[in-house]
């Protein structure tokens, strides 16, 4: 089984930066399917990023042009940087993997952005 834990989130105001990392406790060469939900309060839990098959990226239209997904296979990571951030990207963000079929996931990181 693979455990992944996320790391960077934080308080930042309206226009700021952040950059989150997920980190794998195995080999993510192998995995297909990665990326990152966030979840604000009393809402559902939406996807914002993923990476699959290999270096294919899709976005939430709500971050496009600003959130960038990435993964580095020698670190066992994957990160997603945040630029302009908006106080509606104020959430527990996610990272997860599909691993032999089955969702992963992390134990999120708080992202709050002030304004």
């Known amino acids: 089984q693979v455990q992944l834990v996320e790391s960077g989130g934080g308080l930042v105001q309206v226009g700021g930066s952040l950059r989150l990392s997920c980190a794998a406790s195995?080999?993510?060469?192998?995995?297909?399917?990665m990326g990152w939900y966030r979840q604000a309060p009393g809402k559902q839990r939406e996807l914002v990023a993923r990476?699959?098959?290999?270096?294919?990226?899709n976005y939430a239209d709500s971050v496009k042009g600003r959130f960038t997904i990435s993964r580095d296979n020698v670190k066992n990571t994957v990160s997603l940087e945040m630029n302009s951030l908006k106080p509606e990207d104020t959430a527990v963000y996610y990272c997860?993997?599909?691993?032999?079929?089955?969702?992963?996931w992390g134990q999120g990181t708080q992202v709050t952005v002030s304004s």
């Open positions: 195995k080999s993510i060469s192998s995995i297909n399917h």
């Open positions: 990476i699959i098959n290999g270096g294919t990226t």
């Open positions: 997860y993997v599909v691993y032999l079929l089955k969702n992963i």
